[in-house]
């Protein structure tokens, strides 16, 4: 199949060189540099039956508006871009009514997503020990640009599932002034280290213990080969999906 990647920092490139290995062909490359491939203006001189489907993972500012400019050509999208879910509804009423795909992931790793379900079995455990404080930390790479990550939101709105006393959560960076937490508040605290791929813990706090759990991710590999194995699944698709689709859960 032919992709259009839209984003070519590393994990665009991680993601094609994911692609040529499984066979498949580069349509065109887009970043903010344009170089090597297209660049945005250049967009439209693709033909609509050059591109079989886009792989976005470009920037939170840029992703909405790319997202809407595929879908509107008829090609399917697959996102891993994050930060930018305000504009979610939109772009769902977008994919209907032009009848399009849509595939959207905060996290493409098959052991997040198995991390997911885990945060989520451990927050059924939980409600009932309101004794225990529920907190979680991310640390990403320092060219990371939302905080916190797509990824430890949704942790915590796997939480606030199955935990009814939590309402919400809040983002404390790190070297920010912290504000009073009240008792229904998830606090989510982002570190930004080096090169680190990312690493997620979700932690609840008692008087007498701490039960954590963590996912570290080694590298951008796993990410990148569930971003190409959803572009293969989404092709001849209609709808709007997500890794449960794909896993088949």
Known sequence: MNILLLGYGKMGKAIEQIALDRGHQIAGRVDRMASPGVNHTDLATLEADAVDVVVEFSSPESAAENIKYCLERGWPVVCGTTGWLNHRT????????????????????????LFFRLN????????????????????????????????????????MEHLPTKHRWISNEAGQEQSPVGEDVIE???????????????????????????HTAHSRQGFAVGAVVAAEWIIGREGIFGMDDLLGN
């Open 90 to 113: 939109e772009i769902e009423a977008i994919c209907q009514q032009k009848k399009g795909a849509f595939f959207y992931a905060s996290n493409y790793s098959i052991g997040v997503n």
């Open 120 to 159: 989520k079995t451990l927050a059924k455990f939980m409600r009932n020990y309101p004794s225990y404080h529920v907190s979680m930390t991310e640390i990403h790479h320092t060219e990371k640009k939302d905080a916190p990550s797509g990824t430890a939101i949704t942790l915590a709105e796997g939480v």
């Open 188 to 214: 989510i605290e982002s570190l930004r280290e080096g090169t680190v791929p990312g690493t997620h813990t979700v932690r609840y706090d008692s008087d007498v213990d701490q039960i954590e759990i963590t």
